[in-house]
């Protein structure tokens, strides 16, 4: 009795040095994200579409009265997308970006298991040169013979919600309109 | 024991802010040829309790400028001092300063403003003025000794609150001779001995150079709950018995000043621009809200005995249809109510203006009379906090360029004092908020040349009175003729203009030379719900502010005109309007691509009307808005967010984006 108890408490202590990862598949290939970020886990329904959004912004939904922006993880990474069917699945999951909490959901297509991945079994991802920029992954995992990639999902869509990158857009988008005016002018 | 004194020090902060409100309105009202004691006495409890409190939290600075306010008005509340206009000033300006000065301690940075040590040398200089003759029986000009005999009976809760007569004692000491001697016959028998409760009296004898008001001071703190009594011992001068007299009647006299500081609360909101983040509401409105909460439970209760039934019967289906009729009914309700609590009276913003024309009108040497109607007028605090500036600039505006100087006022014929008047009503779902003066109105001659000098009309058109009124509002325009500090910089009423449309709010203006301009704001209530009316553009559903739509209308095809390559205007009456293709400026795709083929909807962007080509329009109904920032980003040309009836998302067109992301700009084709 006193004995099993103790190994529990050891598995428990061991259990700190690890975190659990939702994964899911994209293109054969799995990624995974941390468990505790992820809100739910919803088929696909048709979104409202944002006017000007780029490509991968599929649009918001009502997410019991939250307005929440969805974003196609294969477009965002340069996969070639796929139609959406009863199977696509969409992960709602709460970011921190700048201090303040943002509900998103991204498309994937489809979930897949929940591992618990010890640091120790956490590999760097491989250096691609600068031009490819990869601060969005957080790390490789080696699991049960597979290879799973590690999402830092905060890093990942604060791209898309950086208030930054929306005056960017604006900046570029005032460029545009003026440089129109003149040739009209 | 350690207290935490942070948890209160948000609430003195409150306190303190409003006590320099009602000082300042009190101020203002104050007739200084005869001023009325009991306003004297608000604005000495004002300060009063502002030095208390911050001595209480160390912030010794606050404190100690208090201190000299307290001491000037103190004098003027005794009658020792008459109070002038420049006393009314200095007070005026020390409300200011303390301000600053809370909030600087608010925000934990360091105060020093030049102001603080200007103020400072003023107040020392007026305390040190002789006080003016005809006063003199009551406080000759050398300080003379006077024998108090004070009688001091503690009240039995004394100590349990925490005061010390000793202490008392030892600051009367510091004024002068004291002796002291104990009354102890009321101490009960040793079985009815409560050993909290005081049962002392003493009988104090004080030699002193001091005014009655510094020894009252040392019992400020009890004076309620003790008897004290005051008489002067000294035979040179009966004024001091008299005041002694005025005295007596302290306890009644401080009830009722309480009782008017306590009626004045229930009205009074903490400061409004400083704190966004608390609301307070009157208790009506929480019973309001608490029985509407009654309602919906007993509600809820027979629906779910309905639910707990094993099968449903005819008689059953009925009850539930009542109950979900009455749960509608409910609900609605329960909306409205708590709308409500977001609701405050317009005097909120009204109040900071009485001060803001005095100091103008003093600067300019004008005289304004205020008139303030309709303060009970309500709406949503975010409103107010956002109107607040606009209306401000408005307002200035009135008095730098409208209200005339006295002479010539006088030449015109009119009275020397102009009239500015801030109206507010309720009119449908909206607010209107009028600021009316009866000065010289828009000079149409000199603001048409303004904007032909220009360039924002072409020097051969023509325009009508009230486009030439709409010039004011374009950007960058300013008929001032010196640059003065209150306009004239020409950043001004587009800005006003702008800020009242993201309230999706249109603001009109009608004028006439020598009789006076009247400026028309048109709100919606509230922040959280919006008129609209759904369009379709392809498969997509947006909302456009009902209120920015003039008028929808089929153009055909022989009054569209191109201009240019890009740009297609529609005739419409006499005038031509710009038309904006939405579904070209949101890239989508749409039915009517061609302007004959859709729906020309005519709406107001800037004080401009301009045409929008939708597909079809569908419901008006109104809209829950929803903030699509909260978990994404700005969009240009969306305003926010609504979630319809079938559950879907809708975005809410922002006219002005939309025209600045199409690039339409009538001032810049003007220009061209």
Known sequence: ?185 | MEIDLSQFSQVFFEESLEGLESMESELLKLDIASPDPEAINTIFRAAHSIKGGSGTFGFTQIANYTHLLETLLDEIRDGRREMTSHHQDILLLSVDLLRNMLDAVMHEKSFDDPMLGELEQKFAAELTQPIPQEQTPSEPEAPELTTWQITFKAGADILRYGNDPLLMFNELRQCGELGVELTSQEIPDFTQYDPEACYLAWSLTLTTDQPLARLKEAFEWVEDECDIDYQAQTQESAAPAIEAEEITPTPSQSDSQERTVSQAKPSVVSNKTQDAGSIRVSIEKIDLLINMVGELVITQAMLGQIGQQEEMTPESFITMKQGLEQLASHTRDLQESVMQIRMLPISFAFNRFPRLVRDIGQQLGKQVELILKGEETELDKTVMEKIVDPMVHLVRNSLDHGLETPEVRRQKGKPETGSLTLNAFHQGGNIIIEIIDDGAGLNTQKILDKARAKGLVGSDEELSEEAIHQLIFKPGFSTAETVSDLSGRGVGMDVVLRNIHELNGTIELKSTQDKGSRFTIRLPLTLAILDGQLVRIGRHTYVVPLVAIHESLEVPADHINRLGEEHEVIRLRDEYLPVLKVYEAFHHEADARQIKDGLVMVVDANNDKVGLLVDELLSQQQVVIKSLEDNYNKVAGISGATILGDGTVALIIDIAGLVSLAGINSTQEHAA
């Open chain 1, 1 to 185: 009795m006193t004995q099993a108890d103790e190994t529990d408490i050891t598995l428990t202590a061991k259990d700190d040095a690890s975190e659990q990862y939702l994964t899911f598949i994209m293109a054969e290939e799995e990624y995974g994200v941390d468990i505790l970020s992820v809100q739910e886990i919803r088929g696909w329904e048709p979104t409202t579409v944002i006017p000007n959004s780029p490509g991968h912004v599929k649009g918001v939904i009502n997410l019991r009265g939250t307005i929440v922006p969805i974003i196609d993880l294969r477009q965002r990474f340069g996969i070639a997308s796929l139609e959406y069917g009863p199977t696509t699945v969409v992960i709602v999951i709460k970011v921190c970006v700048a201090g303040e909490h943002k509900v998103i959901g991204i498309v994937v297509d489809a979930v897949s298991d929940v591992f618990s991945v010890h640091h120790k079994d956490l590999r760097e991802a491989p250096d691609f040169g600068e031009e490819t920029d990869l601060t969005f992954i957080k790390g490789l995992a080696n699991l049960a013979d597979k290879m799973v990639i590690l999402l830092d999902i905060d890093t990942l869509l604060s791209s898309e919600v950086l208030p930054e990158a929306a005056q960017l857009s604006n900046i570029i988008n005032t460029i545009d309109a003026e440089s129109t005016q003149a040739v009209s002018a």
